[in-house]
């Protein structure tokens, strides 16, 4: 009788539901058959990478035979300026969703329990599912509410208990794009007793431009207990990479770097970082290509009846009020990859990402043609 190896893992990774990443390009054309795609599923730049950073990438070819600087001197010196801390604040990783798994890998166990809102990134439920520990989550707020779907700080608040040893807030978050305005964050992070470390976790911060978002990298010398993620893959162009950090006390920082990888970040990604700090024009032009098309798709799609909370993100999370399976379907036999998000509990909404504007363009008149002919084929 040949043995369920499945049977030997542990019971909490038996349970584990993975990842569900968004559907590449060479695969829809494997099995579709069709050309000219675009994706728009997985809250990439459109605008590709800097500048600065190809021309680091090329440069950093030669180096591929070496091991990376483990300790990632030179791209943490000028985070570090970045952020006004010390180096050792910084922790380096394969995308900021592996030092989110350092987290969970440091802080918790069976027994533990940790935070998090519904609706939330879905990284979270899995780095802390993985450790055996337990999940508490939060219910967010209703469609209907001022932050639709958004983080509800008070029912989050109320699961904190003395086994709490994670709190993970997303801000903005995934996939809502809903976002939390400073005079909120503060007052709830004043709450937590010391025994919790709060992760804020700021994938988006580039492109939020409200006049009540905080940089929560400004407030480490307040709450010693709170870590900051952000990463390279977003508004930096540089997803393919994997390369992000966390900023927070050189003491929750030295933690994290036992039980980080050595190398876990690459030469080619560590150069491209750096180069992409120093190119300002190319985020500022990111930023602006972002602001147009969130302008463009939220117009277009209510235009057609079909509703998005705010975003302030990169993406619009777009609330078609029945299953979304068949639109989805349409859409990828026209060639256009977006992100369906039952896996999130929303099997009504489709997740957006913000591209070029002839890519926006296109999004909005597959979408007219679709929802046009009623029943999609």
Known sequence: MSRSYKELAVSSIRALQPYQPGKPISELEREY???????????????????????????SAQDLAL????????LKQALAARHDVAPDSITLGNGSNEVLVLLAEAFLQPGLEAVYSQYAFAAYPIAVQCTGA?????????????????HDLKAMSKLVNEKTRLIFIANPNNPTGSWL?????????????????????????????????PDTTQW??????????????????????????SVSSVEIADVLNRVRQPFN????????????????????QSVAVNNK??????????????????????????????PVGEIF??????????????????????????????ENQRLLEALGSIIARGTPA
Request: charged share 20%.
């Open 33 to 59: 058959g069709v050309s000219n795609i675009i994706k728009l599923a997985s809250n990439e730049n459109p605008l590709g990478p800097p500048p600065a950073a190809l021309r680091a990438l090329q440069s």
């Open 67 to 74: 091991y990376p600087d483990g300790n990632g001197y030179e």
């Open 134 to 150: 337990t999940a508490r989550v939060a219910p967010a707020f209703g469609a209907g509410a001022d932050m639709p779907l958004g």
């Open 181 to 213: 305005p400073a005079t909120a964050l503060r007052s709830f992070l004043e709450s937590l007793p010391d025994h919790v470390v709060a992760v804020v976790d700021e994938a988006y911060w580039d492109y939020v431009d409200e006049p009540d978002y």
């Open 220 to 245: 480490l010398g307040e709450f010693p207990h709170l870590v900051v993620t952000r990463t390279f893959s977003k508004a930096f162009g540089l997803a393919g990479l994997r390369i992000g950090y």
């Open 265 to 284: 970040t690459s030469i080619p990604a560590q150069d491209a970082a750096l180069a992409a700090l120093g190119d300002s024009q190319h985020l500022r």
């Open 293 to 322: 098309g969130l302008q463009l798709l939220g117009e277009g799609l209510d235009a057609m009846g079909i509703k998005c909370p705010p975003s302030v993100c990169n993406f619009v999370l777009a609330d078609f009020e029945r």
């Open 329 to 358: 379907e349409a859409l990828l036999r026209a060639g256009i990859i977006v992100r369906p998000v039952a896996n999130y509990g929303l099997p009504n909404h489709l997740r957006i990402s913000i591209g070029l504007k002839e």
